[in-house]
């Protein structure tokens, strides 16, 4: 299984709502992340997590907060998000941060949200 | 800071064509990645260069590190309209003593049938 699978693909919010994002990988990676994507704008880096506990928090507002619950799974808790907070949402895995060898990054497809 | 800068930002060409986009750094990387996402999906790993000069071949895809790896190049030969996408470099390295993984500034490129 050489694939990070994310769920939902399409999300539509509304400001006072609680909703989850999920993603899953089975390739035995212990680094994943989670990225935000603008329209025609390179990923930001959001999170890292490290062997299931978080590394990296790039000054992300609390309203979105991660959850590692083991070593396949990564959440993003969202709650009272803005319509600014609409873009496409990658989680991202790789074997190791730093990595022991270079082999980038394996992404999922996204989830695409929208806050109304 | 390490920045990449990818250039041209935007480009629309004819099937058949050529064409090369540039990731340009004042940075050393360790290692440097391109990626190419379609719409609405996630980036895909496309190679990986390590060594100074590397040249890579994938298909109709060159891939280049500069000599002194702050610099790569990604040449397309016959380009098709399924080459249409985001093109994305990736460098990793260190910025003192922490690890960091840096994204270019993307070349969206379109090629007409």
Redesign the interface.
């Known amino acids: 299984d050489t694939e990070?699978t994310?769920t939902p693909k399409h999300l539509v919010m509304g400001m006072t709502n609680k909703k989850s994002l999920k993603c899953e990988q089975h390739m035995g990676h212990r680094a994943m992340y989670w990225y935000k994507q603008k329209a025609?704008?390179?990923?930001e880096?959001m999170f890292v997590y490290s062997y299931e506990k978080l590394s990296i928090n790039e000054s992300v507002p609390s309203r979105f907060s991660p959850e590692c619950p083991n070593s396949s799974l990564l959440n993003l808790h969202l709650h009272a998000l803005q319509p600014e907070d609409s873009a496409?949402y990658?989680c991202?895995s790789s074997q190791e941060?730093?990595?022991l060898r270079?082999?980038?990054?394996?992404?999922?497809?996204?989830t695409?949200l929208t806050v109304v | 800071t390490q920045l990449l800068e990818q250039s041209p930002q935007f480009l629309s060409i004819q099937e058949g064509e050529n064409l090369t986009v540039y990731c340009n750094s004042s940075s050393v990387f360790?290692?440097l990645?391109w990626?190419r996402q379609e719409p609405?999906?996630?980036?895909?790993?496309l190679v990986?260069v390590?060594t100074g000069g590397e040249v890579k071949k994938l298909k109709r895809l060159t891939f280049q590190f500069g000599d002194a790896r702050k610099d790569s190049s990604l040449h397309i030969t016959a380009a098709q309209p399924g080459d249409t996408g985001?093109y994305?470099c990736?460098g990793?390295g260190?910025t003192s003593g922490t690890?960091k993984?840096i994204?270019?500034?993307?070349t969206?490129l379109k090629v007409l049938a």
């Open positions: 990070v994310q025609k704008k390179p990923p880096l496409l990658l991202a941060r730093p990595p270079p082999g980038g990054y394996t992404f999922g497809s996204g695409r | 360790s290692s990645q990626y609405g999906e996630g980036p895909v790993l990986t390590v985001l994305l990736a990793e260190t690890y993984y994204f270019g500034t993307g969206r």
